[in-house]
């Protein structure tokens, strides 16, 4: 007879992350969960970004939950196409009925009682067991600290915000920013034909991979039976984590091939050699998170589109004025910035035990985990894809499922009634920083870049172990990293 405790436990976010932890707590026989979204639609990422050519940069099949294959119609699916599949899992999975849409978080209070208490905009209260944030890592669009942004006249906006209601045609449309984003919107634009200039700060390296089409059989096959995807996702899996982690982790053989392919690609893809020598980065290849492209390079060398590498002076109502006093006449500004990367669940107020705050623990720009998903004096909280998970060009979804097993195995403690309080020892948190830091010499990461992985000490936050030690790291809970206690304060465990 199970005599397990049933937890009550929310759910901050319904993105792949968020309906993935819903779904693995139901199989665990955990029903009290609530999931609350900000936005009207289940997706994250590929809800809020619809910028033209939007699409992952991982094989779809590898980019999926493993109890979920699909026929996907490209190697690297569309952005439609993987709204489609998260709002079909969401309804396949019975998640999408139970997601309280529209409302935001605004607070989560954690009191001696073993509580965490929940606030939303709409002025609801949850008190429950734990709180798992499923807020996804690039969700708060960056705007540039460019003079004079607000003064332009005419139509701009955040690519992660695109604005469909404006008409293109005849307009001049500049870009600022050369990211994976930009890589992908500049040539819609340009071979859409219009009138594209391009303000680069940092140029990227390029990893080319053609995004084919599959044929209609091949997913006509699939569709019939969905198990025939398997060697798909099993070859694009090995793939990415034979080559592309291996690569960044410092493994001579994938590195060398890494560094021939993109710096080939650069040589061969763009003949100008002004404007080859304006598109090679100064830096390590795979400093920055790898851009995964192949359409930039052809399109950057059409006639309609500018390439502009003078640094931006500032903004006028007319256009951009860069530093060589030129005057760029726009129409339309399109800001390709990123994100700010490191705020998670922020700007929520989350305040642990003791009144112990996250500006407390993050207010310098110091982001300190174990296990990347823990965080000392926020007990029973879990923080999903936190700061030291990202792995090289893999996907997040095989990421989060990784996590989400941890977890579950972390909340079997409470429903044990071996304790009532679960967070990491100070030893661990620490622990867990030296061990990134150890990682990442000889990594691709420390290349002599500014990234957005970095924090306030120029230290990425990701993983720089091949995928096996991140698997490894999340098999089993070892008990003496964490501090465990009961609601009469009586402690279990804790290392010392």
């Given at each position: 007879m199970?005599?397990?405790?049933?937890?009550?436990?929310?759910?901050?976010?319904?993105?792949?992350?968020?309906?993935?932890?819903?779904?693995?707590?139901?199989?665990?026989?955990?029903?009290?969960?609530?999931?609350?979204?900000?936005?009207?639609?289940?997706?994250?990422?590929?809800?809020?970004?619809?910028?033209?050519?939007?699409?992952?940069?991982?094989?779809?099949?590898?980019?999926?939950?493993?109890?979920?294959?699909?026929?996907?119609?490209?190697?690297?699916?569309?952005?439609?196409?993987?709204q489609?599949?998260?709002?079909?899992?969401?309804?396949?999975?019975?998640?999408?009925?139970?997601?309280?849409?529209?409302?935001?978080?605004?607070?989560c209070?954690?009191?001696?009682?073993?509580?965490?208490?929940?606030?939303?905009?709409?002025?609801?209260?949850?008190?429950v067991?734990?709180?798992?944030?499923?807020?996804?890592?690039?969700?708060?669009?960056?705007?540039?600290?460019?003079?004079?942004?607000?003064?332009?006249?005419?139509?701009?906006?955040?690519?992660?915000?695109?604005?469909?209601?404006?008409?293109l045609?005849d307009?001049?449309?500049?870009v600022?920013?050369?990211?994976?984003?930009?890589h992908?919107?500049?040539?819609?634009?340009?071979?859409?034909?219009?009138?594209?200039?391009?303000?680069?700060?940092t140029?990227?390296?390029?990893?080319?991979?053609?995004?084919?089409?599959?044929?209609?059989?091949?997913?006509?096959?699939?569709?019939?039976?969905?198990?025939?995807?398997?060697?798909?996702?099993?070859f694009?899996?090995?793939?990415?984590?034979?080559?592309?982690?291996?690569?960044?982790v410092?493994?001579?053989?994938?590195?060398?091939?890494?560094?021939?392919?993109?710096?080939?690609?650069?040589?061969?893809?763009?003949?100008?050699?002004?404007?080859?020598?304006?598109?090679?980065?100064?830096?390590?290849?795979?400093c920055?998170?790898?851009?995964?492209?192949?359409?930039?390079?052809?399109?950057?060398?059409?006639?309609?589109?500018d390439?502009?590498?003078?640094?931006?002076?500032?903004?006028?109502?007319?256009?951009?004025?860069?530093?060589?006093?030129?005057?760029?006449?726009?129409?339309?500004?399109?800001?390709?910035?990123?994100?700010?990367?490191?705020?998670y669940?922020?700007?929520?107020?989350?305040?642990?035990?003791?009144?112990?705050?996250?500006?407390?623990s993050?207010?310098?720009?110091?982001?300190?985990?174990?296990?990347?998903?823990?965080?000392?004096?926020?007990?029973?909280?879990?923080?999903?894809?936190?700061?030291?998970?990202?792995?090289?060009?893999?996907?997040?979804?095989g990421?989060?499922?990784?996590?989400?097993?941890?977890?579950l195995?972390?909340?079997?403690?409470?429903?044990?009634?071996?304790?009532?309080?679960i967070?990491?020892?100070?030893?661990?948190?620490?622990?867990?920083?030296?061990?990134?830091?150890?990682g990442?010499?000889?990594?691709?990461?420390?290349?002599?870049?500014?990234?957005?992985?970095?924090d306030?000490?120029?230290?990425?936050?990701?993983f720089?172990?091949?995928?096996?030690d991140?698997?490894?790291?999340?098999?089993?809970?070892?008990?003496?990293?964490?501090?465990?206690?009961?609601?009469?304060?009586?402690?279990?465990a804790?290392?010392?």
């Amino acid at each position: 007879m199970n005599t397990k405790r049933n937890p009550s436990v929310l759910i901050i976010g319904a993105g792949a992350t968020g309906m993935l932890s819903a779904i693995r707590l139901r199989d665990a026989g955990i029903t009290d969960i609530t999931i609350i979204e900000k936005a009207d639609r289940v997706g994250g990422t590929w809800r809020d970004n619809t910028y033209p050519g939007v699409a992952c940069d991982i094989p779809s099949h590898h980019y999926c939950y493993s109890f979920e294959p699909a026929p996907w119609s490209h190697q690297c699916a569309v952005g439609s196409e993987l709204q489609n599949y998260m709002e079909h899992v969401g309804k396949k999975y019975g998640v999408t009925e139970t997601v309280r849409f529209n409302e935001v978080v605004t607070s989560c209070v954690y009191d001696d009682q073993g509580k965490w208490t929940v606030t939303t905009d709409k002025g609801a209260v949850f008190v429950v067991d734990f709180v798992i944030a499923a807020t996804g890592i690039l969700h708060h669009p960056k705007y540039p600290d460019i003079p004079g942004l607000d003064d332009f006249a005419g139509d701009s906006w955040h690519t992660a915000k695109w604005n469909h209601d404006v008409n293109l045609t005849d307009k001049r449309i500049g870009v600022i920013g050369t990211g994976s984003t930009s890589h992908q919107v500049v040539p819609e634009l340009v071979n859409a034909g219009h009138d594209v200039t391009v303000f680069q700060r940092t140029p990227q390296w390029v990893f080319p991979f053609p995004n084919l089409k599959f044929p209609e059989w091949m997913r006509n096959r699939w569709k019939a039976k969905p198990s025939r995807t398997k060697p798909w996702k099993w070859f694009f899996k090995t793939f990415i984590e034979q080559f592309f982690v291996k690569a960044t982790v410092g493994a001579p053989v994938q590195n060398a091939i890494l560094k021939f392919s993109v710096k080939s690609y650069l040589r061969l893809g763009v003949r100008d050699k002004e404007l080859r020598a304006k598109l090679t980065p100064d830096y390590g290849v795979g400093c920055k998170r790898l851009v995964v492209n192949f359409t930039f390079y052809p399109a950057i060398q059409k006639p309609n589109v500018d390439l502009i590498t003078d640094g931006i002076e500032g903004i006028e109502p007319e256009g951009v004025r860069t530093k060589d006093g030129k005057l760029h006449i726009l129409d339309v500004l399109v800001l390709s910035t990123g994100f700010h990367n490191f705020n998670y669940m922020r700007p929520m107020n989350v305040v642990g035990r003791a009144g112990h705050t996250i500006e407390d623990s993050w207010g310098e720009g110091r982001f300190r985990t174990s296990h990347a998903i823990l965080m000392e004096n926020f007990p029973n909280y879990f923080l999903m894809l936190g700061p030291g998970t990202p792995i090289g060009n893999n996907s997040v979804i095989g990421m989060a499922e990784e996590q989400i097993d941890y977890v579950l195995q972390l909340i079997d403690i409470w429903r044990e009634e071996r304790a009532d309080e679960i967070e990491p020892t100070p030893q661990a948190v620490a622990a867990f920083a030296d061990y990134i830091k150890a990682g990442l010499e000889g990594s691709v990461w420390v290349g002599g870049c500014q990234s957005w992985y970095q924090d306030v000490d120029g230290i990425p936050a990701i993983f720089p172990y091949p995928w096996s030690d991140f698997v490894k790291s999340m098999e089993a809970v070892d008990t003496s990293e964490l501090t465990m206690r009961k609601l009469q304060n009586e402690e279990i465990a804790r290392a010392v």
